[in-house]
C-alpha cells in the first residue's frame, strides 16, 4: 500500500535559520517522491521532485531533498530560511504501478519568524 | 502555456442547489485529476482520468458528486444537491504523456461556500 506520513503538522523557524520538514513513506513498488508547496489562496507548485539516479535533488528557492531508502524517507531541507518560505508545503508519493496517481501526505505549515 | 485553468475561482450557493465547477487541462496533458481540500481531511484525491475515462472515482464522496471528461481539454465536477459539508476549495490538476515521473501541474482551485 502507499502512504505519505508527514511529521509535525507545523514548523516554525526564525529567519537564516535551517529548515528541516520531514516526510516518510511506504510503498510496494519502487517510489518517485515529490514535494509541492502551496501559497495562501494558491494551488501547489512542484518545488523537487526524486524518480531516479542521484538521491540528493535540487529544487527551486534553494530547497533540497535526499532520498533514503533504508530509512523510507525523503526530508525536505533549506539551509536559511526566509519571510518568502512560510507556506504549506505537501510530500507526495508516486511509482510506475500508481498510473499517474500521487499519494499526498497532510502538508506542514511552515511559519518564519523575523 | 496558460496552465490549468478552473472556474470559477469562488462560488457561493445555497444547500440543495447544483453546483458545477469547470477545469481546462493544460494542453497535450492526457491525464485529469479532481482534489478537494479541507482544514479537516486535507488533500482528497476525488476522481481522475487517463485519456478521458475514469480511472478512479473511488474518493467521490456520495452520488450527489459527479465528474465527466468529454474531451481532451474540458473536465466538469458536479455536485447536485450541495451540501453545507461540500464547502471546500476544489483543484484540478493535470499530468503529461509521460510515465509517472510527470509532475502534476494544479489549477489555481475553485472556493466553495455552501450556505
Known amino acids: 500500500a502507499q502512504s505519505v506520513t508527514q511529521l509535525g503538522s507545523h514548523v516554525s523557524v526564525s529567519e537564516g535559520a535551517l529548515v528541516l520538514l520531514r516526510c516518510n513513506y511506504s510503498?510496494?513498488?519502487?517510489?518517485?517522491l515529490f514535494w509541492y508547496v502551496q501559497y495562501p489562496n494558491q494551488g501547489l507548485q512542484l518545488l523537487l521532485k526524486y524518480t531516479t539516479g542521484a538521491t540528493l535533488v535540487k529544487g527551486i528557492n534553494g530547497f533540497e531533498a535526499e532520498f533514503k531508502k533504508s530509512e523510507t524517507s525523503f526530508h525536505l531541507t533549506k539551509p536559511s530560511a526566509h519571510m518568502s518560505d512560510a507556506a504549506e508545503y505537501f510530500c507526495?508519493?508516486?511509482?510506475?504501478?500508481?498510473?499517474?496517481?500521487?499519494?499526498f501526505g497532510r502538508g506542514t505549515q511552515l511559519t518564519v519568524w523575523p | 502555456d496558460a496552465g490549468v485553468i478552473q472556474s470559477p475561482r469562488h462560488e457561493v450557493t445555497e444547500m440543495g442547489q447544483e453546483v458545477t465547477l469547470r477545469c481546462k487541462p493544460i494542453?497535450?496533458?492526457?491525464?485529469l485529476f479532481w482534489y478537494r481540500q479541507t482544514m479537516m481531511r486535507g488533500l482528497e484525491l476525488l476522481i481522475y482520468f487517463n485519456n478521458n475515462v475514469p480511472i478512479d472515482d473511488s474518493g467521490m464522496p456520495e452520488d450527489r458528486f459527479s465528474a465527466k471528461m468529454p474531451n481532451a481539454s474540458f473536465s466538469t465536477l458536479k455536485i447536485q444537491p450541495s451540501e453545507p459539508r461540500d464547502s471546500a476549495v476544489y483543484f484540478c490538476?493535470?499530468?503529461?504523456?509521460?510515465?509517472?515521473?510527470?509532475?502534476?501541474?494544479f489549477g489555481p482551485g475553485t472556493r466553495l461556500t455552501v450556505l
Open positions: 510503498s510496494s513498488v519502487p517510489p518517485y
Open positions: 494542453s497535450g496533458h492526457n491525464s
Open positions: 490538476a493535470s499530468k503529461g504523456l509521460a510515465v509517472s515521473t510527470d509532475t502534476q501541474y
Open positions: 507526495a508519493l508516486g511509482g510506475s504501478s500508481t498510473l499517474g496517481r500521487l499519494y
